[in-house]
């Protein structure tokens, strides 16, 4: 649940960029890597390392709202957030062309009274992409909100990406480094084996650029870019308004 402005927005202010916390960890055990030059706008192109790329997104909503009382002080609301995610990466980074399409959606009931807004999921973030590679079906990513565990912010996400017969872990990361309490919001993700090992990364935080590190076996490396480009370029609605 949350009230008002997201802590998040208080963490990430200033002029000082947040980071991921671990993800000086896991650089090492892999490749270090940019995804840059990312549009701020719907459609354009981008770059991983020196493969190109380009991306197609489409943010949709719908506001479904009832009890609306004129003589009560509570407005009530279901709001949805949906959205698609279209793009191409090919290379020697990626040793072939990759191909994503993606599905995403979210639901949170929201009360308000005067200034005052009070918001909860009603049915937590879905992300659903099919892969592509060098022009054949390869596998798909299904990312979901999950309930956290203990008290906390953070509004984790858990989910697979499978490329080829391939399967790795994705999961969010909320810690950032030197801040005391996790942001609500991802501030990145890292993709693990079956063994638990981590062998990717993406600090999600920032605008055209953002870090990866990539495995550097082969099957491992294409899964993972299939999952954490879609992450870089993903337009990301939050669980909540």
């Known amino acids: 649940m949350r009230i008002g402005i997201g802590l998040a927005a208080l963490l990430l202010g200033g ?5 991921m916390e671990g993800f000086d960890t896991i650089a090492p055990q892999g490749e270090r890597i940019d995804l840059t030059g990312i549009p701020g706008w719907q459609d354009g192109s981008f770059r991983l390392g020196t493969a190109e790329g380009h991306v197609r997104r489409r943010a ?70 099919a892969y ?23 509004e984790p996400r858990l989910g697979t990406v499978d490329l080829d017969g391939t399967e790795l872990t ?11 309490h996790p942001a609500e919001q991802p501030i990145g993700y890292i993709v693990s084996n079956a063994a638990g090992q981590a062998v990717g990364a993406i600090e999600t935080n920032g605008t055209g650029s953002r870090r990866l590190v990539l495995p550097r ?3 491992e490396r ?7 480009v879609t992450l870089g370029l993903f337009w990301d609605p939050g669980d909540i308004d």
């Open 60 to 129: 949709l909503g719908a506001t479904r709202e009832w009890g609306d009382d004129p003589w009560g002080e509570v407005t009530q609301a279901v709001i949805e957030r949906t959205g698609t995610l279209r793009f191409d990466v090919s290379g020697s980074e990626v040793g072939g062309r990759i191909e994503g399409r993606c599905r995403y959606g979210r639901m949170e009931v929201q009360q308000r009274s005067g200034p005052l807004s009070v918001s909860e999921p009603a049915r937590p973030l879905r992300l659903a992409c």
């Open 170 to 180: 994705v999961e969010s990361r909320h810690a950032m480094t030197g801040v005391r």
């Open 217 to 219: 076996a082969p099957a």
């Open 15 to 19: 002029c000082t960029l947040a980071t």
């Open 222 to 228: 294409r899964t993972a870019i299939a999952a954490l």
């Open 132 to 154: 592509r590679f060098d022009g054949r079906d390869a596998g798909g990513m299904d990312l979901s909100g999950v309930l956290p565990v203990g008290p906390t912010l953070a």
